[in-house]
């Protein structure tokens, strides 16, 4: 692995041939460790929650597959686990937290009657590390959601459940904000569907649009502690025909309403560019939520890499330069490898992303577009493909006191001998 001094000669090089094309590295760097990256706390445990209902009951199309040892079983050890993802990422960390890891010390609750209380544990750890909280209902893996349906169910005692979850998560993410002194994120997904050719498309639309009316009409929340998302979906597993919150449903109702659409890499038809959605929806919309992701095979929610469509996605937020709009967020989960790896491995590769779309000569780009010399920018963008900009990330790392490369490979290995290999 390169040495400090190694990796300060490297990175000189690399600031002169960015400076050539007209970047900027230390600007780069520094708004590259700002951005804000929302760790899911569902890798940890395999989307598996801390309800001792859940096992066995339907996930709603989620399922983590594989069976690497050293899963964590507890908030307890998943906390743990997380201590040690934030020792090795460089930059702004958030968590983002599922509404059935919930703890309890008087025995199960429901998911209407959850609360601050039951989240104590996660907030005093939270805020002992400064990171802020985001939050997401849980619509699955409960029999109410057995069917397939939750908010936009036919029975309106189910639909009556999942609102008053959902009012109850609302609160929770408002005392996070307040508590952290951090706005907190609420993204809602309901994984309501039909597997194969439903006769009825409208009245499920009619019913979720009615859910989330009920939900949005709390006037004790404060929408600038608790941001609302929504996040549409084409397919799922189970839902295969038919979903009722598709991303036309979710956008206009975001718009109508003054909430976030959510853009999850893994939820589109695999010809479909997410990074082109961006400055068409930013045109309407204030702001928006990303969900890294990496769909082999559409949604399914592999380790995020330094892939096509996450380079592509981060390079169109550098080039409208709306930093400032956007909140990003992981979602992945496999259980088939280490899954601290697996954490640094999406996590970095997306924070990776965010430098790269940092360092593109957009300002040469764009003049060149504008005068008409299209082979001169055509040829900028493949140049740009080949500067050096792991040089730039390895000094990133080394300043922010994290690992560079693949150093912090070393950490997982000593965890895994002396923590997770106990785990049973």
Known sequence: MPTQKQIRASYRLARDAYRAVGVDTEAAIRKALSVPISLHCWQADDVRGLESRTEGVDSGGIMATGAYPGRARSGDEMRSDLDLVLKLLPGTQRLNLHAFYAESEGGPVERDQIGPKHFSRWLAWAKA???????????????????????????????????????????????????????SVINHWVP?????????????????????????????????????????????????????????????????????????????HPTESVA??????????????????????WDSDHVVILDDAVRALFLEIARGDVWDRVFVALDFFDASINRIGAYVIGARATREAILIGLLDPTARLQSAERMGRGHERL???????????????DELCLRDEVPAGADWLRDVARHEKAVLSRRR
């Open 379 to 393: 040829a900028l963008m493949e140049h740009a493909k080949a500067l050096p900009w792991g040089a730039v990330w």
């Open 129 to 183: 590390r400064r990171i802020g909280l985001d939050f997401n209902p849980t619509y699955f893996a409960h029999p109410l959601a057995a069917s397939g349906f939750t908010l936009s169910h036919a029975d309106p005692s189910v639909r009556s459940f999942w609102i008053a979850h959902a009012r109850a998560c609302r609160r929770i993410a408002q005392s996070f904000a307040k508590a952290l002194g951090k706005p």
């Open 276 to 297: 082109d959605k961006i400055s068409a929806l930013m045109q309407f919309h204030p702001r928006i939520l990303l969900h890294t992701s990496r769909p082999v095979r």
């Open 192 to 268: 309501d569907g039909a597997k194969d050719c439903p006769a009825d498309r409208w009245g499920p639309r009619e019913r979720l649009k009615e859910s989330y009316d009920a939900i949005f009409r709390d006037r004790s929340i404060d929408p600038e502690l608790c941001i609302d998302a929504v996040e549409g979906k084409l397919f799922g597993l189970g839902s295969e025909d038919y979903v009722v919150g598709s991303q036309e449903f979710y956008s206009s109702y975001a718009l109508t309403h003054r909430l976030v659409p959510c853009l999850d890499l893994g939820h589109y």
